[in-house]
């Protein structure tokens, strides 16, 4: 594998750097588009797997297999594009379907990661908890309804991370509520 | 050259056509799909016969020359995986025929369960035999879209929260696999494992270890391996119950086979065994402390579930016959208990109207059957000696004690005490499940103000009542419950049965008296067939043991692949 195709590296790399860095978001339409991006630099990185170009993936009438191109990948990457299609068709419909039910897409909390917090609420709001939960909610950029530090319910101050409510139960049917769960 | 082969992919992937083309005829579409498992039962039974006496069975799809097609292998380790997802499919499936889930999930596609159940079976078959990378890939794909389908069935706001987390993480991990799939064909210019394992050991070291580690990586986010594990239960317990307790039957477990394939067959002379082994304790013990934290029997059972695929990688990582043997002697044994665990807990749901501690009680009494249905399977879980779970884990232990070295005895201890505190998280709910009477329960439930309705306050009832709260633990005359407990069970509780508990249902004459004989049946009969795996535990270990020696051996499947022989 002397001869590879640098562009083809490259383009395949950076897709795959934007598709993890998308794939990092909250909004299920973004990782989505992510997703998409992974899947095209695997793609990609198939046809570097196949070394270097060559004439079509067809032994001509004259039985001449040499100087062709190797047809295994590109039988892989047609299987992983179908693949990769019906996967794109399947997370736009839960998305298309969180959006009807939350009024956003935003991929949701772990109920158990919101149940070991409010634990944490209740029985012990230690400095290093109260550091963390400051910067919990989630990306302003978005504009998303729901998601960003003002309408959010719980009312954690986002500068001190105090809860609003003074009442920790309070804030836990809140919580309830906004998770919509 | 064995025609039986390919039928166990075959007749799913043509039953799911034809019950979709069937959609409006229920009926049909419910046999269809028994007779179909039930030939896929019997063609694994045969298979597993063959494999035994005459070695792996060999097909080459297209029998085209120069090897060039999909080949598929039953050994006797695929055959024996095969037979025990079989059957424990049929049982699901029988189930939620019974349960009638294609009628009364309320909004759910009907037509579709079926289908999708046959490809979620044809995919898992197809993982099994595949003797190669790519179809292993596909049939990943087929299990998974399957399983997407099933977990999102309906459509539900708590479905489709648990979905998105699971459909992401795997997809993430199929495109792991796509990525090493790239690097082993560039690295090799062969995706065919029996081919794989003469090329890889011409490679240079660093590459052939990375090829490993990204396998092993995609195959530990499939098994729900630490620290690969967190998705696994925040997604299965949403599900409907035969959807649960298949895919904590199969899914895990196919991953695993996947683990144990590639370690025995492309990479046998680097077992990894170090860093596997620390996994494994991982596993084993985060997964068993999240367990005793649940308040939520399907919670705590998914939570075990992760646990125990500890013991599994403990068996792989020794890289040894005796540990393989284990492994797979444990599979056999952890798949049929799951399921039928799950498949008993659907039931319970159905008579109590939910599965969180804080709103049941008194099942032992009240439901002597489940009971029993219950506690059995729990024990074997929890490795209580005359079962089929003591069995494997001895065996691993006995495996891991063979290697000797420190790290696989602190395995063994780890194992113990994995064991003792699954024991603790079965008995808890035993003993609050079943044990205390429902009036206890709705007292309790009622003392600690988690009775109200659940839009109002939560008025903490240390008025009323000998209860007082401190520090977010409740404490009542039935015991510390904390706070964080109640509202977790109020709040997964909203899903089937808002603000009513099993007492209010009994008094009020609304309890589900009835549970179906159609239900009760498959799932009494996975839970004898686990007690039947102690019963038959000398042949199958000696059966397991048989495979793991082919498996380390190499040259029977090698020679079955490669020149189209039987032996």
Known sequence: ?181 | MNALVPLPVLLPILGAGVSLALGRHPHIQRWLSLAVLGGVVAVAGVLLVQADQHGPQTVWIGAWPERLGIVLVADRLAALMLLVSAIVTLAVLAYSVSQGMTEDEEGAPLSVYHPTFLVLVAGVANAFLAGDLFNLFVSFEMLLFASYVLLTLGGTATRIRAGTIYVLVNLLSSTLFLISLAVTYAATGTLTLADLADRLEELPDHVSLMIQLLLLTTFAIKAAVFPLSFWLPDSYPTAPAPVTAVFAGLLTKVGIYAILRMQTLLFPDSPLTDLLLWAALLTMLIGILGAVAQSDIKRMLSFTLVSHIGYLVLGVALGSREGTAGTTFYVVHHITIQTALFLVLGLVERRAGSTALMRIGGLARIAPLLAVLFFIPAMNLAGIPPFSGFIGKVGLFQAAQSDGSALAWTLVAGGALTSLLTLYAVSKTWAVAFWRSPKEAHEALEAIGATDDPDGEPVPGHDTRAVHEHRGHVHTAGGTVSRADIEQARRLGDDDMPDRDFYTLIEAGEDNRHSPGGMLAPAAALVTLSVLLSVVAGPLYAFCDRAATDLHDREPYLTSVLTGEDR
Do not use: C
Request: proline share 6%; charged share 20%; aromatic share 4%.
């Open chain 1, 1 to 181: 594998m002397t001869d590879v195709n640098l562009t083809l590296v490259v383009i395949s790399a950076v897709l795959l750097g934007s598709g993890v860095y998308l794939l990092l978001e909250r909004s299920l339409s973004r990782v989505l588009v992510g997703l998409v991006m992974i899947g095209n630099g695997v793609s990609l990185g198939f046809l570097v797997a196949g070394g270097p170009a060559g004439k079509a993936p067809i032994v001509g009438e004259d039985g001449d297999g040499t100087g062709i191109a190797d047809p295994l990948p590109q039988a892989m990457v047609l299987t992983a594009i179908v693949i990769t299609m019906a996967t794109t068709a399947f997370v736009l419909a839960m998305a298309y379907r969180s959006w009807q039910l939350n009024g956003h897409d935003d991929v949701q909390d772990d109920v158990e990661d919101a149940t070991v917090r409010r634990l944490a609420t209740i029985d012990v709001t230690s400095e290093a908890y109260t550091a963390t939960t400051s910067d919990f909610p989630g990306d302003d950029s978005s504009g998303d309804p729901g998601q960003g530090p003002d309408d959010d319910p719980v009312g954690l101050d986002p500068r001190t991370g105090d809860p609003a409510e003074s009442d920790p139960l309070r804030a836990d049917a809140a919580e309830t509520e906004r998770s919509g769960s």
